[in-house]
């Protein structure tokens, strides 16, 4: 597949990233007791950057835990006969914490629902919001994003891409064509 059109260069990623980390600090009031947690795979390097930006104008540096969510999805079935778990790690209590669940791009609102699941069976939260780097529409259950970085509007036939440098080597989001078949 290739491109259709790019929606995010890296400096525009990173400005929306900068963005969603305000955000997050004034919809909390700070970043006391809020934690920040990544879904696996891409979620957990915007985590990341979301916890150095934050970091950088608060006083405090959020903690950053990443979740698989394999095990939690409702088409496990469907999408492989051994599927490939990687590694949780939370290594603080989630009990009471503001938590942020961070992902590359909200769809359908399974892989939150998941997500959701999976943070609870870990302990009670005072609250879990969710931060977004796109919104691309076509929601199968009633999840919307707390922080969002672009909102897209798509058409099923088309894919969002995020890419960043942590895994890809590269800051980026594009919109593909799906492949008639």
Do not use: W
Request: proline fraction near 6%; hydrophobic fraction near 45%.
């Amino acid at each position: 597949m290739s491109p259709k059109a790019t929606l995010l260069d890296a400096q525009e990623l990173d400005r929306a990233l900068t963005r969603i980390a305000h955000e997050i600090v004034e919809g909390n009031k700070g970043a006391e007791n809020l934690a920040l947690v990544g879904v696996h795979t891409r979620g957990v390097p915007i985590a990341e950057r979301l916890a150095t930006k934050i970091g950088s104008f608060e006083s405090v540096t959020p903690p950053v835990g990443k979740l698989d969510i394999t095990l939690y999805r409702d088409d496990l079935t469907e999408i492989a006969l051994q599927p490939v778990v990687k590694k949780t790690e939370v290594a603080f209590d989630v009990a009471g914490m503001r938590l942020v669940l961070c992902d590359d791009v909200l769809y359908t609102g399974r892989t939150a629902r998941a997500a959701l699941d999976a943070l609870i069976d870990m302990g009670r939260p005072a609250v879990i919001q969710y931060a977004v780097l796109v919104d691309r529409g076509h929601r199968e259950l009633p999840i919307r994003a707390d922080f969002v970085g672009k909102n897209v509007p798509t058409r099923q036939s088309e894919v969002v891409k995020v890419r960043l440098a942590e895994i890809d080597g590269a800051d980026e989001v594009v919109l593909e064509e799906l492949p008639t078949p």
